[in-house]
């Protein structure tokens, strides 16, 4: 900086006249303004006018950069930089413009307000520099009073809040849209409830400066008054199942309480926010969750969107839910009919679904799939519908004739339900084609070998099989555990999958425990 790139202030009578958004007690983070210039005493002049101010409660916090290259190291440490009092002319005749196009072009910062300083408009004319270069305002340094420097820097961080409330706006409701189609995906009410406690910490997080990392939260459903806790964050964790009358804060309750008065079912004072919602079908859903700052005006809304897609999920999944809870009983009944129908020990079907699951489990599927194999399980002797009376029951060996019309059930079963949309039915129609396949390539309809069977039906297989052993049928008595397990063991590799034999050795009194549980009087299939 020359001789004449000095700052002058004109002598004034007055003290300085604040601004009405200005208040004296500065509160909350400050804001970021950079001061870049070669010359100590425009940081000392620049700090000096401005350093009691604020802005809407917030103070100044000031930044010094005496070249381009370390206002670049200051800017990319701080992207949150609000205002920029930059000089032209420092190390070049254009360093100034250069970090501008820095900024702008490199950084792809364009929320930071930048006022272009100069001492020299020769070096840098007003008209030429607005128009080529992404600059919010220029001053003279000369023209710079007390007055004048307050109103150039409110105005910019008036122009930045504004911008910034606006890309959190965006961000919003991006997070929103994302938020959505994530809870809309989960498929169950637990993995709904966590996917909302997660989506409502990512929507909160807007800002740098905001402090809901440590928020503790939780979710609750349930019918006629009996919700339990689905999920939790933070210190509501230990409550995870439990019905939420259990959760010993009184000030939950009262918040859970409040918003259920409010006409929204959102409630929020003093960081302690709830949000009540009762479904088409009745169901009444909670959410509640404490952080450390108060929400602004802009949460508020945002949080209200979000609420209203997540009944609409709510909803959605319990219709869902109704939809699915019918079809399980319809096909349970099937396979109770034709339990019925044989005169084998009862709770057959019940104990080869719960076999199924627990191979499924330990063989390493999901724990969808394996819910969905143990429902498709059932029907997997549907076809034995068209099957004789004096064939299906027959105490003694069956004819080759006999043996060759039993083992029509297959595709009888498999033709049934083939042509359906319902996922969980054609899956019913593989494991029925499927499950009387040996792992050697001696089974029937297909003759299948190996891994060419397919999964579901090789776990039905072994599940169908290790029940009718250990139960007594028509044609033979139960046989010991012993001489269970012994048949597996002879046939591994032969009729049976190797890694399901072994997963079954290796869980004997899980096995066991199932057969005792539904071989009792009087308990559910669940």
Same mark, same amino acid.
Request: proline share 3%; with cysteine; net charge negative.
């Given at each position: 900086?020359?001789?004449?790139?000095?700052?002058?202030?004109?002598?004034?009578?007055?003290?300085?006249?604040?601004?009405?958004?200005?208040?004296?007690?500065?509160?909350?983070?400050?804001?970021?303004?950079?001061?870049?210039?070669?010359?100590?005493?425009?940081?000392?002049?620049?700090?000096?006018?401005?350093?009691?101010m604020?802005?809407?409660?917030?103070?100044?916090?000031?930044?010094?950069?005496?070249?381009?290259?370390?206002?670049q190291?200051?800017?990319?440490?701080?992207?949150?930089?609000?205002?920029?009092l930059?000089?032209?002319?420092?190390?070049?005749?254009?360093?100034?413009?250069?970090?501008?196009?820095?900024?702008?072009?490199?950084?792809?910062?364009?929320?930071?307000?930048?006022?272009?300083?100069?001492?020299?408009p020769g070096?840098?004319?007003?008209?030429?520099?607005?128009?080529?270069?992404?600059?919010?305002?220029?001053?003279?340094?000369?023209?710079?009073?007390?007055d004048?420097?307050?109103?150039?820097?409110?105005?910019?961080?008036r122009?930045?809040?504004?911008?910034?409330?606006?890309?959190?706006?965006?961000?919003?409701?991006?997070?929103?849209?994302?938020?959505?189609?994530?809870?809309?995906?989960?498929?169950?009410?637990?993995?709904?409830?966590?996917?909302?406690?997660?989506?409502?910490?990512?929507?909160?997080?807007?800002?740098?400066?905001?402090?809901?990392s440590?928020?503790?939260?939780?979710?609750?459903?349930?019918?006629?008054?009996?919700?339990?806790?689905?999920?939790?964050?933070?210190?509501?964790?230990?409550?995870?199942?439990?019905?939420?009358?259990?959760?010993?804060?009184?000030?939950?309750?009262?918040?859970?309480?409040?918003?259920?008065?409010?006409?929204?079912?959102?409630?929020?004072?003093?960081?302690?926010?709830?949000?009540?919602?009762?479904?088409? =079908? &009745? $169901?009444?859903?909670?959410?509640y969750? +404490?952080? *450390?700052?108060? %929400?602004?005006?802009?949460?508020?809304?945002?949080? #209200?969107?979000?609420?209203?897609?997540?009944?609409?999920?709510?909803?959605?999944?319990?219709?869902?839910?109704?939809?699915?809870?019918?079809?399980?009983e319809?096909?349970?009944?099937i396979?109770?009919?034709?339990e019925?129908?044989s005169?084998? =020990? &009862? $709770?057959?079907?019940?104990?080869?679904? +719960?076999? *199924?699951?627990? %191979?499924?489990?330990?063989?390493?599927?999901?724990d #969808?799939?394996?819910?969905?194999?143990?429902?498709?399980?059932?029907?997997?002797?549907?076809?034995?519908?068209?099957?004789?009376?004096?064939?299906?029951?027959?105490?003694?060996?069956?004819?080759?004739?006999?043996?060759?019309?039993?083992?029509t059930?297959?595709?009888?079963?498999?033709?049934?339900?083939?042509?359906?949309?319902?996922?969980?039915?054609?899956?019913?129609?593989?494991?029925?084609?499927?499950?009387?396949?040996?792992?050697?390539?001696?089974?029937?309809p297909q003759?299948?070998?190996?891994?060419?069977?397919?999964?579901?039906?090789?776990?039905?297989?072994?599940?169908?099989?290790?029940?009718?052993?250990?139960?007594?049928?028509?044609?033979?008595?139960?046989?010991?555990?012993?001489?269970?397990?012994?048949?597996?063991?002879e046939?591994?590799?032969?009729?049976?999958?190797?890694?399901?034999?072994?997963?079954?050795?290796?869980?004997?009194?899980?096995?066991?425990?199932?057969?005792?549980?539904?071989?009792?009087?009087?308990?559910?299939f669940a």
């Amino acid at each position: 900086m020359s001789d004449s790139d000095e700052i002058f202030f004109k002598d004034e009578e007055r003290t300085p006249t604040r601004n009405p958004d200005v208040g004296l007690a500065a509160s909350g983070e400050p804001w970021k303004i950079l001061i870049v210039d070669d010359e100590a005493d425009v940081h000392s002049v620049t700090t000096y006018m401005i350093k009691g101010m604020n802005y809407l409660g917030r103070g100044f916090q000031f930044f010094h950069a005496y070249s381009g290259r370390e206002a670049q190291e200051i800017l990319a440490e701080h992207q949150d930089m609000a205002v920029i009092l930059l000089d032209v002319v420092m190390e070049t005749d254009d360093s100034g413009l250069k970090l501008v196009q820095y900024i702008r072009e490199e950084l792809h910062n364009r929320t930071v307000r930048i006022v272009l300083r100069t001492g020299q408009p020769g070096k840098a004319p007003a008209a030429k520099v607005i128009l080529e270069y992404d600059i919010n305002d220029y001053k003279e340094k000369t023209e710079l009073t007390l007055d004048k420097m307050l109103v150039t820097v409110i105005s910019a961080l008036r122009s930045y809040n504004f911008i910034t409330t606006i890309e959190n706006n965006r961000k919003g409701l991006k997070k929103i849209i994302d938020a959505s189609s994530d809870i809309f995906e989960r498929q169950s009410l637990q993995k709904l409830g966590s996917g909302v406690l997660s989506q409502l910490t990512s929507i909160l997080q807007l800002r740098e400066d905001a402090i809901y990392s440590h928020a503790s939260g939780l979710t609750a459903s349930g019918i006629k008054g009996q919700s339990v806790v689905l999920a939790a964050t933070g210190q509501f964790c230990r409550y995870i199942d439990l019905p939420i009358s259990e959760v010993d804060t009184a000030l939950m309750h009262t918040t859970l309480q409040l918003a259920q008065s409010q006409p929204h079912g959102f409630y929020c004072e003093g960081g302690k926010c709830a949000w009540y919602f009762k479904s088409q =079908t &009745g $169901s009444e859903n909670f959410l509640y969750f +404490e952080i *450390a700052k108060e %929400l602004d005006e802009n949460d508020h809304d945002l949080l #209200e969107l979000f609420f209203t897609n997540v009944s609409l999920a709510f909803d959605n999944l319990f219709l869902n839910k109704g939809i699915e809870d019918t079809q399980k009983e319809i096909i349970f009944q099937i396979a109770e009919t034709m339990e019925c129908r044989s005169a084998e =020990t &009862g $709770s057959h079907v019940r104990r080869v679904a +719960e076999y *199924a699951r627990l %191979l499924a489990l330990k063989y390493g599927l999901g724990d #969808e799939e394996a819910e969905m194999l143990k429902l498709a399980s059932t029907p997997h002797d549907l076809g034995k519908i068209g099957i004789p009376d004096s064939i299906l029951n027959k105490p003694g060996p069956l004819t080759p004739e006999e043996y060759l019309v039993i083992k029509t059930h297959v595709h009888r079963g498999h033709d049934l339900l083939i042509n359906s949309s319902s996922p969980i039915m054609r899956a019913a129609a593989r494991i029925i084609l499927h499950h009387h396949e040996r792992w050697d390539g001696r089974g029937y309809p297909q003759g299948l070998q190996g891994e060419e069977i397919h999964i579901h039906g090789r776990i039905i297989g072994v599940a169908d099989v290790f029940d009718a052993l250990s139960n007594r049928r028509v044609y033979h008595e139960a046989w010991t555990w012993e001489a269970v397990f012994s048949h597996f063991k002879e046939q591994r590799g032969r009729h049976f999958d190797p890694k399901l034999v072994d997963i079954l050795l290796e869980n004997q009194e899980a096995f066991k425990a199932i057969w005792s549980r539904y071989n009792a009087v009087g308990l559910q299939f669940a």
